[in-house]
């Protein structure tokens, strides 16, 4: 059976064509993707989030164990309602997860998690968190909205009791706040201004509709796709994996190697992997008509195949082959020239051009080609995020 | 329920077939997908039609619509000759949302023999196809 959220008779009824989100009945889009892309980077917009994972870690040790699980150091969060953003790794480096973190108490921490994943990662903290002590529990009693816009948090506010309003006005970026049974975030996944909600699930509808009639867009995973990738942010599942270590998955700043002495699971693999050539995660711009697309190959103009040679060592099976040794698939069908791949890529509404992420051997190169169809068109690599609060970053 | 014109014919992949008159020796046709297979694919952002002049069987993959989320390829209903492709797509894809049995079309052909007509649904035969699809 398809799992649903608490809003799925209300998205139903307000139009949404539904479709399975990793094991969820969601919503793809109200009518039409484009219109809730634009109204996200206008206005406002709001998602149900309700599939993604929330779990509450307990434990006077709760710091200490998420300082070995997680990549990212909650050591720095000092602030209580401080989000953090990491990704949970394989002794090998490979991604199990990416996920936020909130710091509640000095022995409470929130975590959210991708809904594809989550019976993995609940398996995987388990078997951790017994030796510290730490305790899990999922919070299925809790409904997320993302309200996300330039006129996100505006439109908001004012359907807050007023003795949450002033603490919700306040928060900073990626700051958040238990308020009575709700929890406010000052975060998202489409490069604007908003709040994520966490709150009861039987007060979800109510909210979901009062937001709506504050002149709040609904709007479907199509558009929240759109615009987490015009962001530069990551999908997991497209753009890292468990074959796959954050420092090739553009994540290399979520890894905190400082302090030297916190023993992370994967540290030791990506110690070995930073030092290698390898590949990284880049952005691309179609310069054509077209549209790229996951697992679409790129062909790295006017590079041979000399640099691929000397990086075949690390073979160990612990530690994910560095990617230009990798020979399955890496290199391009006319010989030499080492090839990657699209991770992620769809049309930009923002730019009216397609847009992608890609992973690529490390290269000095401005452009390469990608193979649609069959056939090469050229795009220009680009550093990511393609867009940020309504503006392009990248000239076209 | 979907619009589907009653002076047209359709195939099982969502293209629809519309007879242009007066065309020989042995006829011509419009093509397009339906209000149907628009409406499933969402937001239409590329288009890509055949070329002038390009020789096409009937079932032969000749254009590619792209929505925001997916790629689709069009099957030619028909065998001929390509005389003429909807050249507004290129910087309009929307008109295939707006409009797919007008300004939407995507492409005539010249066919070479008459159309097998046994092998084209009819408005109602479509109807009934849509409608056995979706249970």
């Known amino acids: 059976m398809r799992l649903k959220t608490a809003l799925y008779d209300t998205h139903v009824l307000q139009g949404a064509k539904i479709v399975d989100f990793g094991g969820w009945e969601m919503p793809l889009h109200y009518g039409s993707q484009i219109e809730e892309h634009h109204a996200v980077r206008r206005d406002a917009g709001m998602f149900d989030v309700s599939h993604m994972g929330v779990v509450d870690l307990s434990g006077d040790r709760v710091r200490e164990f998420l300082r070995c699980l997680l990549a990212n150091d909650v050591g720095r969060l000092k602030i209580p309602g401080k989000a953090l953003y990491s990704c949970m790794l394989l002794p090998s480096g490979g991604v199990i997860d990416d996920l936020i973190v909130y710091f509640m108490s000095d022995s409470w921490f929130r975590m959210v998690v991708n809904a594809g994943t989550r019976d993995k990662d609940l398996a995987w903290i388990r078997r951790h968190a017994t030796a510290f002590g730490v305790t ?56 604007e201004d908003g709040f994520e909600v966490m709150l009861p699930v039987a007060d979800a509808a109510t909210t979901w509709n009062a937001l709506r009639a504050q002149g709040i867009q609904p709007a479907g995973l199509g558009a929240r ?28 700043w979520t890894v905190a190697f400082e302090p030297g002495d916190r023993d992370f699971i994967g540290r030791q693999a990506l110690e070995r992997l930073r030092r290698s050539a390898g590949r990284e995660l880049v952005g691309l711009v179609l310069e054509e008509r077209g549209v790229l697309r996951s697992h679409q190959k790129v062909v790295m103009a006017g590079t041979t195949g000399n640099a691929a040679a000397g990086h075949a060592a690390t073979a160990d099976r ?28 769809t049309f930009s509404p923002t730019l009216n051009r397609s847009i992608a992420l890609a992973r690529v051997p490390k290269t000095a190169a401005s452009r390469v080609q990608v193979e649609i169809r069959g056939k090469l068109h050229a795009a ?6 393609f867009v940020r609060h309504g503006k392009a970053l990248i000239s076209i | 329920m979907s619009n589907i014109p009653s002076d047209l014919r359709y195939t099982k992949s969502h293209e629809w077939v519309r007879s242009l008159p007066g065309e020989t020796p042995a006829g011509a046709v419009e093509v397009g997908i339906s209000e149907h297979a628009q409406s499933a694919l969402g937001d239409l952002v590329f288009v890509e039609v055949p070329d002038v002049g390009r020789a096409l069987k009937a079932g032969d993959a000749c254009a590619v619509v792209e929505s925001v989320k997916a790629a689709s390829d069009v099957y030619s209903p028909v065998g001929g000759k390509v005389i003429a492709s909807n050249a507004a797509l ?32 009819s408005a109602a035969e479509y109807a009934k196809f849509l409608a056995d699809e979706a249970h």
């Open chain 1, 136 to 191: 899990l529990r999922e919070r299925d009693d809790l409904a997320m909205l993302a309200i996300q816009g330039p006129n996100a948090r505006e439109k908001t506010l004012p359907l807050l009791p007023s003795s949450q309003r002033a603490s919700a006005r306040e928060l900073a970026p990626f700051c958040g706040a238990a308020i009575d049974s709700w929890f406010i975030a000052r975060t998202g996944y489409t490069g």
């Open chain 1, 225 to 252: 796709d759109t615009l987490r990738l015009e962001a530069g942010m990551n999908l997991y599942g497209n753009d890292m994996d468990e074959n796959h270590h954050p420092l090739e998955s553009g994540l290399g």
């Open chain 1, 318 to 345: 612990d530690v994910l082959v560095d990617g230009t040794a990798a020979a399955d698939g890496s290199r391009s069908a006319e010989g030499a020239a080492p090839a990657g791949e699209v991770t992620s890529g």
């Open chain 1, 380 to 385: 220009s690599i680009v550093k990511p995020p």
């Open chain 2, 90 to 121: 290129a910087t309009q894809p929307e008109l295939l949302n707006q409009d797919p049995y007008g300004a939407g079309w995507l492409f005539r052909v010249q066919t070479a023999a008459p159309i097998d007509d046994g092998a084209l649904l």
